[in-house]
């Protein structure tokens, strides 16, 4: 069936170092995509999306990149503070879904002082 | 985005017993949804709450369980009907911006059945 996974459950850095989270799709039809920051105790908070026509995509602090042809994404942290700490879930979605999402199984970031 | 609050924030309940999740916004959204977070998972999608019309469940999520209401644009609620403990769960809504696609959330409900 269709799937957004993650790479890694957990991931651990030095305050500073970048971050890269990794997600993988299944679904080739999938053409929006968001990552969200859930923080202990909090809902869902939207970091950035990313639609399938770019590859690329900058906030601040963050970028999201796409690899369509092997359905990867990636979440790319620079400067990780210990504030980032929190779980990442990818989310996707397709315009035939009606604005439904589904999301991955999450990664537990963990920024060290 | 649009600011949604949740009552209650947080319930421990009797099993057999029915809880109701309020989900309110500050402006007028289209579309909302009801998610549910097992403790140490991802969201999961219950259904999409329709204005003016009976909600859309997703594959494992019935009406008789999880009964919602959606009288107007900005409201909504989720009833988790005869709980157990395999309930005990936080439940999200969330809506859709006003561009479209991205679905912001609330704060959650976190639910303990006993």
């Known amino acids: 069936g269709e799937s957004v996974g993650l790479h890694l459950p957990t991931l651990s850095v030095q305050e500073g170092d970048n971050s890269i989270i990794n997600c993988a799709y299944s679904?080739?039809?999938?053409?929006?995509f968001i990552w969200y920051k859930q923080e202990s105790g909090k809902g869902p908070q939207f970091i950035i999306d990313?639609?399938?026509?770019?590859d690329k995509r900058q906030g601040q602090r963050v970028t999201v990149l796409l690899n369509k042809t092997v359905k990867h994404l990636s979440l790319q942290i620079a400067a990780t503070q210990p504030g980032d700490s929190a779980v990442y879930f990818c989310?996707?979605?397709?315009?035939?879904?009606?604005?439904?999402?589904?999301f991955g199984e999450g990664t537990q970031l963990t920024v060290n002082p | 985005s649009a600011v949604i609050s949740q009552k209650p924030s947080r319930d421990i309940c009797q099993r057999g017993t029915s809880l109701t999740i309020q989900c309110q916004v500050d402006?007028?959204?289209?579309?909302m949804f009801w998610y549910r977070q097992q403790p140490g998972q991802s969201l999961t999608l219950i259904a999409t709450a329709n204005q003016g019309s009976e909600a859309t469940y997703e594959s494992g999520f019935v009406i008789d369980k999880f009964p919602i209401s959606r009288p107007n644009l900005t409201f909504s609620t989720l009833t988790v009907s005869n709980m157990s403990p395999e309930d005990s769960s936080i439940y999200l809504c969330?809506?859709?911006?006003?561009?479209?696609?991205?679905?912001?959330f609330g704060p959650g409900t976190r639910l303990l059945v006993l």
């Open positions: 679904n080739s039809a999938s053409d929006y």
């Open positions: 969330s809506v859709e911006g006003i561009a479209g696609e991205t679905q912001y």
């Open positions: 990313i639609r399938s026509n770019m």
């Open positions: 989310a996707e979605t397709r315009e035939t879904s009606g604005s439904r999402l589904t």
């Open positions: 402006s007028q959204v289209t579309m």
